[in-house]
């Protein structure tokens, strides 16, 4: 009795000193860094207004500006805002980006101390691949967790610049690893998705934190044959803004929700983006309504003056920039010439107030003017919620569906430990670390490597084969050629990295760099077993040599995959993951680029031009924009699709008869809440192995005078045992999905027959005009 009394007690007074550690750490973690706005312990604050949480969110903001000098609102328009200290408000870094995790690009973030490293999902062209909107949500939802986490612990902001939904329209463009892909519907869908995730459940008009969708708007160079994207105007027709470039941003304001849009450092038809009233007043704010702030990209009001010369003073700089509806500038432009332009009568303080208002609304609505964030909602994250198992599983998860098999000739995958004891692994992306979390990146939480993944399975051979992708020199070539002759298979992991395609790095062709062509046929022809190609990159690569070669059984795509990329990898090629991913982009053959100059911003194909996208473009590709092979096959059959649709006109002018249009109906004119057809499609898995089958639907427009080849109007993401069956619904919204764009801007839905293209099935709808309610 005594002894286990006197356990008791020790057992006791182990967990007081356990609680009273972990609240003294909680408290020094608290106390180590300055207070936050409206702390209740500052009793400067307790009588304002905007420090009231019951008070409606435009009042406070209304009260805040009210007490502010115009020196002091001048210094809160930049990026580095000023701390008042007379209001009990500390300084605040705006620029923190979180494009596949938080990342410590911008000087909002620091990692160390408590946070040595955040999850790294891989790089969002390959996340796009997996077509998975849910799994895009979920990604968000863990980033903002460890944002949050970082925040409450004083080394992170709340306001990130994530994510980039810019269409990737040429393959050599630098950034397009940065991007959801090619395809406007895919991109929209994916801003919306990730935006819902960082962001939060919108309750009470509260952000969990605020996104930020970039770059407004054509912008897709960076710095190609002496052009580069401080210089460079964009020259786009009203048809491809409309039809292509806007759209995943309309989808990012419309349907995420988001808080804030990024203008671009390019001209747009002769006006920097963030001087246009048209892109930033008119549309953002007018027709989307962005419930949120509009930020330029960092030093780009700088840039128009300085570097494009859009005006002859500093003072118009600002002004324009200002009163075309730019809140916040990255970068110090605003805070220097930004009183000068009111003194000289080119701009009104009350200019100024409407910007604050909108950067102070989201700055409220994220509960930064709340006090001590662990009073509030998401205050009880911290350390220990960063780099979680959980976060650490699901970044795995997320390299394997984006994984895409581009070839499997002669069933060489999956590869067996029971016929494959020994396993050459060779290339010069065979072993890495940091390449495989791509740009824009923070610091991982740890790496596996492609090299260990396999390791992990069976017996390896190592040899690079190249020191770099640079691959300059073939002198290690002897070695490689031996290992494959020595192992059972041989897997290549070959590509890019960011000394080849990066931010301001456009890539001149779409070949393999430097000797890895020649690495890979001549370690093919001594491989005694099957060899694997695997592809390391963002952009798309010209690998025809290996598509056509005997000796490469599979090719397969990972992008840059992120901190378990090697896992995924290794799973893959063992088939304990049966691949699901899906190409976002088209892969086009070398001589693409030789035709096509960067600076052409059209979408549609002209004389002696073969045009862009899986969309438009009808010429030869090395693999299409959606392909993707699964170790299982499957069959689709329709249940349910309609046959006939009419759409309810609410205008005689609804109908038009143009050069481009022989009928059809303007959008606005018709009645779009009753357009929704619901697709019901029966999908199969007829192979052997459980799989994840991803349903594409495709709509192309009557024949005759339109130029998309087809468009994609919906996906589905459906996991299928061997031999079973699911159905599966995809909506298809016919002013949404059934519509194009004329040459002057205008959506509109053409009459006739329109084909669905659902997986391997064709199925054609005919859509008519009803003008039956405005005759009677």
Not at 542 to 555: L, R, T, W
Request: hydrophobic share 40%; aromatic share 8%; proline share 5%.
């Amino acid at each position: 009795m005594a002894s286990g009394y006197n356990n008791k007690l020790s057992l006791l007074a182990l967990v007081l000193c356990v609680s009273a550690l972990l609240l003294c750490s909680t408290f020094n973690l608290v106390h180590a860094r300055p207070p936050f706005a409206c702390d209740p312990r500052n009793p400067l604050t307790r009588g304002f207004k905007f420090c009231r949480t019951r008070v409606p969110v435009h009042m406070r903001v209304q009260d805040l500006i009210g007490r502010l000098t115009l020196q002091e609102k001048i210094r809160l328009l930049v990026n580095n805002a000023i701390a008042v200290p007379r209001l009990g408000i500390q300084g605040y870094e705006w620029w923190s980006e979180a494009l596949h995790g938080v990342s410590n690009v911008g000087p909002g973030t620091k990692f160390g101390g408590a946070f040595p490293g955040a999850t790294s999902f891989p790089q969002v062209i390959t996340t796009a691949a997996s077509f998975n909107q849910s799994l895009w949500q979920e990604i968000g939802q863990v980033v903002s967790d460890e944002a949050r986490a970082m925040y409450n612990g004083g080394q992170a902001g709340l306001t990130y610049w994530s994510p980039n939904v810019n269409i990737f329209r040429d393959p050599r463009w630098g950034r397009g690893q940065e991007t959801p892909g090619e395809d406007p519907v895919l991109a929209a869908k994916y801003a919306a998705s990730y935006v819902k995730g960082l962001q939060g459940d919108g309750a009470g008009n509260r952000l969990k934190v605020a996104a930020c969708c970039k770059h407004y708007t054509a912008y897709d160079l960076d710095n190609w044959n002496g052009v580069d994207r401080f210089h460079f105007n964009a020259r786009v027709s009203k048809q491809d803004l409309a039809d292509t470039y806007d759209v995943p941003f309309r989808g990012c304001v419309l349907e995420g929700k988001v808080a804030s849009v990024m203008c671009s450092y390019n001209q747009v038809n002769g006006k920097p983006t963030c001087a246009d009233p048209d892109l930033l007043k008119n549309t953002i704010r007018g027709q989307w309504k962005l419930n949120g702030y509009i930020v330029s990209d960092c030093d780009s009001v700088g840039v128009l003056y300085d570097e494009q010369h859009y005006t002859k003073t500093p003072e118009e700089a600002a002004a324009d920039a200002i009163k075309a509806g730019l809140d916040l500038d990255c970068g110090p432009f605003l805070a220097i010439h930004t009183e000068g332009a009111i003194k000289s009568g080119l701009l009104q303080e009350i200019d100024v107030n409407y910007a604050l208002a909108n950067t102070l609304t989201v700055q409220m609505r994220l509960g930064m003017f709340d006090g001590e964030p662990s009073a509030q909602q998401y205050g009880n994250l911290g350390p220990r919620d960063v780099c979680t198992p959980a976060h650490q599983q699901l970044a795995l998860e997320a390299a394997r569906q984006g994984i895409v098999l581009l070839q499997n000739n002669r069933h060489s995958l999956p590869l067996s430990t029971v016929r494959h004891h020994t396993i050459a692994v060779i290339g010069p992306n065979s072993d890495v670390t940091v390449t495989m979390i791509g740009n824009y990146a923070g610091v991982a939480c740890g790496y596996t490597t492609p090299l260990q993944g396999i390791g992990r399975y069976t017996k390896t051979i190592h040899q690079q084969g190249c020191t770099d992708v640079a691959c300059t020199g073939n002198q290690l070539f002897r070695a490689a050629e031996a290992a494959a002759w020595q192992a059972d298979a041989t897997v290549l992991v070959m590509g890019l990295d960011q000394s080849i395609e990066a931010e301001f790095r456009d890539r001149t062709g779409l070949l393999l760099p430097g000797h890895q062509q020649e690495l890979v046929s001549r370690v093919a022809q001594a491989s005694r077993g099957p060899t694997i190609l695997v592809l390391m990159s963002g952009g798309p690569i010209d690998v025809s040599f290996a598509k056509n070669d005997p000796k490469i059984g599979a090719i397969i795509w990972v992008g840059y995959p992120g901190q378990a990329g090697g896992t995924a990898i290794a799973d893959v090629l063992f088939g304990t993951t049966n691949p699901g991913g899906k190409l976002p982009m088209t892969w086009y053959p070398q001589d693409y680029v030789s035709k096509v100059p960067m600076t052409n911003m059209a979408m549609r194909p002209a004389r002696g031009y073969p045009g862009r996208t899986y969309r438009f473009y009808k010429g030869p590709v090395v693999f299409p924009f959606g392909l993707g092979l699964s170790y299982t096959t499957f069959a689709h059959s329709l249940a349910q699709v309609p046959t006939l649709v009419s759409v309810r006109l609410t205008s005689l002018s609804a109908t038009t008869n143009s050069t481009m249009l022989s009928s059809a109906v303007r959008v606005s004119h018709t009645n779009c809440n009753s357009l929704s057809l619901p697709v019901h499609v029966d999908v199969k898995n007829t192979g052997a192995r459980d799989g994840t089958h991803t349903l594409l639907v495709f709509s192309s427009p009557p024949l005759g005078k339109w130029a998309a080849n087809k468009q994609l109007v919906g996906f589905h993401k459906v996991h299928i045992l061997a031999g079973s069956q699911k159905r599966v619904k995809v909506d298809v919204h016919v002013c949404k999905h059934l519509s194009v764009v004329d040459q002057f801007g205008i959506r509109r839905i053409p009459i006739g027959e329109h084909k669905l293209q659902i997986g391997d099935l064709e199925h054609h709808i005919s859509i008519e005009a009803n003008l039956g309610d405005i005759i009677s």
